[in-house]
C-alpha cells in the first residue's frame, strides 16, 4: 500500500468531516490507485496555477480508471483433494493485490505449448500415492519431466508442495517438479516449501514470502510506476514508493478446517449382517444450526481423538508415566491429556524415525536408517506404529516430554465422502465409514478415527467436523446426462449421495451402479435403498459382485466386461464415469477394464482406447475419487 494512504494529520487543511471520509477513503486504495490519484491532483494543481478559470483539457477527466495490470504472473496447481486448488486460488488473490496480472491454471487445463512463454510461474503441487503426481496433473508431469520439454531461461518460479509425511515420499512431486525448472533454465525466487497435511501456517509463511520476491524480480514497482499518468508537476513524496500489501490469510467466516463445527451423532448403526467380517458404520450427524452446507461429491473432515488406551501404551513405550505435566497455552496438561485430542501418535514413518534417532543414539536403529539398509527399512515399516518404535529402539537416555513432542505431528483431519444430499436430508450429513481393526506383529491396532466413531462417540455425543470441498468429483451440470456409478465397499457412499440428488430434483437422466462386496446376505449396503430406486426408476441398472459367494472371485471391473457392450453405448451417449474406493487395487483395475471395454467394443487399438479414456478425463466425464 502507498504511503500516500496513511491517516491524515490532524492539521491537514481539512474539515473534521472531510478527515473522516478521506481517513475511511484513503486505506482502501490499491497502489495504483493512490498513484493515479497523486498525479492527478498535481495535474489539476498545475492547472489552477496557469490562472483563474482555465479549462481543464479533456485529457484529464475527472475520474479515470486505474491503469490494467501488465505485468503476468501464471499459478499452477495440481490438486487430488481440492487442498492445492484452494490455496492457489489465495495466490491469486494476493497476486492480483500485489499488481500483477495473474491467472490460475489446473495443470489438467494448462496448454503446455505456453510454457516457454511465461515470464513468472508459483506452483502449487500435492503429491498422490506414492511419490506420484494428482491424476489430473499426470500428462503435464510427464511432459515436464521428458525431454521435450522446452528450456525456461527468464522464467522466474517458486514452489509450494503439499505431502503426508506418513507417507515415504513425502511432497515427492513437488520436488520434482522444483528440480526440473531449475533443470531447464528457470530462475529459482525462493526455496521450496514442503508442507504437511497441517498446511496452512507454511503455506501463509511461504505466500507472505515469495509475493514480494516476485514483485522484485518481476519489475512490478517498474510497471506500477510506468502505467500511471505522469503529471506535469508531482508534490513530494506523492506517489513516491511501492510498499507490498500485508498478505494475512483471509478471514474466515463461519465454520471451517480452522475452526469445525460440534456436530452432534444422531444415529449411527452398523450395516453389515451377521457373520460378516467386515464392520461398516452409517453415521448421521447434524448441522443444525451450523450454517454449513455441502454439494454431492464433496467430502467432511472429522478431527478425531486418540483412543486413550493407544495413547497409554505409546507413552509407556517410550518411558513416560503419562502424568507427566506441559504447559500448554497457559493451561498445566499431564501428557496423556495433551495427546488426546492433540498430536498423531500412530503413524510411523522414515522421516520420524530418523528425528528420533537423533534423539535415542541407538546404534541399532542408526543402522536400519542407512541407505543401504532400506529394504529392511521398508519390511520394518510395513503394518508397525509408533509404539513399536519406542519398544524396538530404546533410547539410551529419556527423552524430555518437549523432545517426544517434537517428534509428533498435529493430529490430522480425516475425509470422508460425504454419503447423504442436503436436499433428502436437511441439517444433515452422512457418512459410511469402514471401521479399521487387525492385527500384525503380535499387537492389536484400530484405525484412529473409524473408531472414534465406532467406539468413543455415541447417539448424543459431538464430533468436530467441516466440509472439504471437492470440485473435481461432481455430477454433471445437465441433470439429463446419464451418469455410471462403479463404488465397491465403503465407495458407495458418493453414489448414494448422487442417487438421492437425482432423485430428489427429478433429474431425468439414467443412472448405473456397480457395486461389489465380500457376501450378498451380510455385506450388500444400502440394499433396500437401492432395491426401492430401482423400482421407482430412479436407478435404472445396478450390478453387483459379491467376491467371496463364488469358487472363483468376481469384482466390479468383472461385471463391467461382462456389460462391456451396454457400457460403451452409454459413455458414447455421453455418459460420465465415476470410481469411489480403493486406490491401491480396485481403481487401477478398473481403470484397466475401462479401456479395454473401449478397445473391444469400439474397435480401437489399446493406445487409441487409452486416448478415448483420457479424453474423458480431459472432458471431466470420467472422475475418480479414491483412496
Known sequence: MSETTSSLPENAPFGHEQRVALNALLPTLSPQQASW???????????????????????APAAAPSAAPTVPLTIL????????????????????????????????????????????????????GEGDPPERA???????????????????????????TSYPDFCEC??????????????????????????????????????PKMVEVAGVKEAVAASAPAPAAVPAGAGAGFEMPAFAPPAEEGYSKNKPFLAEVKEAVVLNGRGSAKETLHVELSLEGSGLTYEVGDALGVYPENCAEVSEHMLRCAGFRGDEIKEADGEYLTIQEVLVGGYDVTSLNKNLMTKYAAVAKNRALDALLKEENKKKLDDYLHGRE??????????????????????????????????????????????????VRYDTHGKQRKGVCSTFLADRRGVGEKVPVYVH????????????????????????????????????????GRNWLFFGDQHFQSDFLYQTEWQSYLKSGVLSRMDVAFSRDTDEKVYVQHRMRERAKD??????????????????????????????VVADQGGRSAEDAEAYVKALQKERRYQRDVY
Not at 182 to 207: Q, T
Not at 488 to 506: Q, S
Request: glycine letters at 10%.
Open 469 to 508: 470441498p471437492n470440485k473435481n468429483f461432481k455430477l454433471p451440470a445437465d441433470p439429463d446426462t446419464p451418469v455410471i456409478m462403479v463404488g465397491p465397499g465403503t465407495g458407495i457412499a458418493p453414489f448414494r449421495a448422487f442417487v438421492e440428488e437425482r432423485a430428489a430434483v427429478g433429474a431425468k
Open 567 to 596: 457400457l460403451y453405448a452409454w459413455l458414447e451417449e455421453g455418459a460420465y464415469f465415476y470410481v469411489c474406493g480403493d486406490a491401491g487395487r480396485m481403481a487401477k483395475d478398473v481403470h484397466q477394464a475401462l479401456i479395454d
Open 174 to 211: 513437488g520436488k520434482q517438479f522444483d528440480k526440473r525448472f531449475a533443470e531447464l533454465g528457470a530462475n529459482r525466487v525462493m526455496e521450496r516449501i514442503d508442507a504437511d497435511v497441517d498446511f496452512e501456517e507454511p503455506f501463509d509463511a511461504w505466500l507472505s514470502a515469495v509475493m
Open 37 to 59: 490519484l497523486s498525479g492527478y491532483f498535481a495535474h489539476t494543481a498545475q492547472m489552477a496555477g496557469a490562472g483563474a478559470g482555465a479549462a481543464v483539457p479533456a485529457s
Open 138 to 164: 499426470v500428462d503435464f508431469h510427464e511432459w515436464v519431466m521428458g525431454d521435450g520439454a522446452p528450456k525456461l531461461e527468464g522464467v522466474n518460479f517458486a514452489v509450494f508442495a503439499l505431502g503426508d
Open 386 to 435: 509408533l509404539c513399536d518404535l519406542f519398544y524396538d529402539f530404546p533410547s539410551v537416555e529419556q527423552p524430555s516430554v518437549d523432545q517426544l513432542l517434537g517428534l509428533l505431528r498435529k493430529i490430522p483431519p480425516r475425509l470422508y465422502s460425504i454419503a447423504s444430499s442436503l436436499k433428502a436430508h436437511p441439517d444433515e450429513v452422512h457418512l459410511c465409514v469402514g471401521v
Open 77 to 128: 496447481y495440481g490438486s487430488e483433494s481440492g487442498n492445492a486448488e484452494g490455496l492457489a486460488e489465495r495466490v491469486d488473490k494476493a497476486a492480483k493485490a500485489a499488481g500483477f496480472r495473474s491467472a490460475v491454471h489446473d495443470m489438467g487445463d494448462y496448454e503446455t505449448g505456453k510454457l516457454e512463454e511465461e515470464k513468472n510461474v508459483l506452483i502449487v503441487v500435492s503429491t498422490w
